[in-house]
């Protein structure tokens, strides 16, 4: 493992997630791009990053081939932006607020819905990587989607899953940051209204980033000096998104 890596740097790094007061000013800017589904869309899919946000182009690139794939296969998506949403600075150094991450995604897939420009009510589907995936698990019910993908989230603000969701979660078992301990008590019961756990044994957080090639050291918190080992996984990174693209499928 390369050591050393800034917690700035490291991008799915999950913040403190804790919810603490809203921005005093109204949201805005809440989607950072949107791919147009080939042909008629046949759902919404909002996809919410890790604590490094969109702040730079490099940060979604685990979201692009996910994207592109969702895209042609009829869905319309949408990359939500909560740094910029609600003005948020440092979302690796506890600059995130986990509450308003979730509207973020809300207010994404309300845009994602306007953009897709059916006459139709169309399903919306939301995925998250590590604090977006925790913010997934909250904004479920908000937005009213039906599937939610979680890669790596933290699992520890919450207590319970939503029974109306379905729901595909994919961690490494040797994920420290976000510790697949952690998620006990909703992977057991979310299990018994079919959810779907994915875990990748000997596999470290981040692995489908490709800037954690070879292994790299990232702070547990922005409040320790304990170090955790992330890493990119090829084999595990392809499985995980061809069990995406399976699960938000629509087609009859």
């Known amino acids: 493992m390369r050591p050393g890596c800034s917690v700035a740097l490291a991008l799915l790094h999950l913040a403190a997630c804790a919810s603490r007061p809203s921005a005093s000013l109204?949201?805005?800017?809440?989607?950072?791009?949107?791919?147009?589904?080939?042909?008629?869309?046949?759902?919404?899919?909002?996809?919410?990053?890790?604590?490094?946000?969109?702040?730079?182009?490099?940060?979604?690139?685990p979201m692009r081939p996910v994207a592109r794939r969702l895209a042609a296969s009829g869905q319309h998506v949408v990359i939500a932006d909560y740094e910029r949403a609600f003005r948020m600075r440092n979302t690796c150094n506890g600059g995130?607020?986990?509450?308003?991450?979730?509207?973020?995604?809300?207010?994404?897939?309300?845009?994602?819905?306007?953009?897709?420009?059916?006459?139709?009510?169309?399903?919306?589907?939301?995925?998250?990587?590590?604090?977006?995936?925790?913010?997934?698990?909250?904004?479920?019910?908000?937005?009213?989607?039906?599937?939610?993908?979680?890669?790596?989230?933290?699992?520890?603000?919450?207590?319970?899953?939503?029974?109306?969701?379905?729901?595909?979660?994919?961690?490494?078992e040797d994920d420290h940051l976000t510790p697949l301990s952690e998620c006990d008590a909703i992977r057991a019961t979310s299990e018994q209204y079919g959810a779907r756990w994915v875990i990748y044994p000997g596999v470290y957080h981040g692995f489908d980033y490709k800037a954690f090639r070879g292994g790299q050291s990232v702070q547990a918190s922005a409040f320790s000096e304990w170090f955790v080992a992330v890493e990119y996984n090829e084999d595990a990174a392809i499985n995980a998104h061809d069990r995406i693209i399976s699960f938000l499928d629509r087609a009859p």
Do not use: M
Not at 26 to 38: G, S, Y
Not at 43 to 51: D, F, K, T
């Open 26 to 61: 109204p949201p805005q800017d809440f989607a950072f791009e949107h791919f147009d589904a080939v042909g008629p869309a046949e759902s919404v899919v909002v996809l919410a990053p890790g604590c490094g946000g969109v702040s730079e182009r490099a940060h979604t690139q």
């Open 96 to 172: 995130a607020r986990l509450e308003e991450v979730a509207e973020t995604i809300r207010l994404a897939a309300a845009q994602g819905l306007k953009q897709a420009g059916s006459s139709e009510a169309l399903p919306v589907s939301l995925i998250g990587w590590s604090l977006g995936g925790s913010g997934v698990f909250l904004a479920g019910d908000r937005s009213g989607a039906d599937r939610v993908v979680a890669l790596y989230p933290d699992c520890s603000p919450f207590a319970s899953l939503s029974q109306d969701i379905r729901y595909l979660v994919l961690i490494g």
